[in-house]
């Protein structure tokens, strides 16, 4: 019970600062958010692995790092919590809309959900379950400042999310599910790429 409650807060967390930060408009968003994701890893790495991201819990269950039953409950975990997240945040601030920026194909904006996606993936596959980094401290700086070059390099372009929980979220509450299959497909190809490569090169650690 202990990890479900621990990936709750942490994707509560996550997707709230999302939420408050785009929808104040604030150019350094990318820091925020990469920053609360970091600060959440190390609040509950040691407990629950610190997903806050169906598409990294899907990683983990290829990798073999979690169960099915638990890997389900860990994505209706996050997504619950995200959509009550979304909910305050929009309460707060106003609802936001995570979607392909202004003349940014459906296409384009795939691409770069699957390609950062896989980044974040890869990074916390890498990083924090490989045999090579046993009780590192650098896990959760790693995989914020993951997230925050992300959002940076195409948050303009795909608005971002590289995690179906945050578009689910934020969409949910906001009524704007047009779009929702990208950040479905496009996370969830990301990880399940991440976890093919990471078994492709690490042989020895499975």
């Avoid at 899907?58 to 790092?65: D, E, K, S």
């Avoid at 990083?127 to 995989?143: E, M, Q, R």
């Avoid at 945050?166 to 969830?188: C, K, R, S």
């Amino acid at each position: 019970m202990k990890n479900y409650i621990i990936e709750a807060i942490g994707t509560f967390f996550l997707v709230l600062v999302i939420g408050l930060t785009v929808a104040a408009g604030l150019p350094l968003a990318p820091i925020a958010i990469g920053s609360t994701l970091m600060v959440m890893v190390y609040m509950g790495g040691h407990i629950s692995g610190a997903h806050y991201n169906p598409a990294v819990t899907l990683a983990v269950l290829m990798r073999g790092r979690i169960g099915g039953k638990d890997a389900c409950i860990y994505i209706g975990t996050q997504i619950v919590a995200a959509i009550v997240a979304a909910a305050v945040a929009g309460w707060l601030a106003g609802d936001i809309e995570v979607a392909p920026g202004a003349g940014v194909s459906a296409a384009q904006a795939l691409v770069a959900e699957i390609l950062f996606t896989f980044a974040l993936a890869s990074m916390v596959l890498n990083v924090a379950t490989s045999k090579d980094h046993p009780d590192n401290s650098f896990y959760g700086l790693a995989i914020g400042f993951t997230v925050m070059v992300g959002a940076f390099a195409v948050g303009p372009i795909s608005g971002g999310a590289f995690n179906p929980a945050v578009a689910l979220g934020h969409n949910i509450v906001g009524g704007t599910l047009g779009n929702i299959w990208i950040y479905l497909v496009g996370p969830f190809g990301g990880g399940a790429l991440a976890a093919i490569v990471f078994k492709i090169t690490n042989p020895d650690d499975q």
